[in-house]
């Protein structure tokens, strides 16, 4: 190969390379259950390149995700409340948050595209959210009183 091969050759692998790593989604991983500061993020502490912790290469993490889930059982005396961020690779068919209620359990999930963009204050709620999730709520008190 001669030298213009050679610098071409080298250029299309910078370029490659460059692509790869600009693609390497960045997400916020943590549980609140094992990190108190989980709940409201301060700081990009657990920004990761999803990449890093995909367990299955057959699989590329596309979203970043954050749920809360709620239990409140008067049965039981309890109230509890648990915040996990993650990478996701399976996003929603129609809606970027969601809400889901049962007697004992409230959970709502946001999913989002950008590096970092789990962090809470980033996921904005819509306005097709908020009317979904007081429906729900609305509808889910009618069934169980």
Do not use: W
């Not at 409140?72 to 005396?77: D, L, Y």
Request: aromatic residues 8%.
């Amino acid at each position: 190969m001669n030298n213009s091969n050679n610098f071409v050759l080298g250029v299309t692998l910078i370029v490659f390379s460059l692509v790869a790593i600009g693609n390497t989604l960045k997400c916020h991983v943590c549980n609140s259950l094992h990190n108190d500061s989980c709940d409201v993020l301060e700081d990009n502490r657990y920004l990761v390149e999803c990449q890093k912790i995909n367990e299955d290469p057959e699989r590329n993490h596309t979203i970043c995700r954050k749920e809360i889930f709620s239990v409140t059982s008067v049965e039981f005396n309890m109230q509890s409340s648990r915040t996990i961020r993650t990478c996701g690779y399976q996003k929603h068919p129609k809606f970027s948050c969601f809400y889901n209620s049962n007697h004992d359990l409230k959970e709502t999930i946001c999913e989002c595209e950008e590096d970092g963009c789990n962090e809470g204050s980033s996921l904005h709620f819509s306005l097709q959210f908020l009317i979904y999730s007081l429906l729900t709520t609305y509808i889910m008190s009618r069934i169980t009183t």
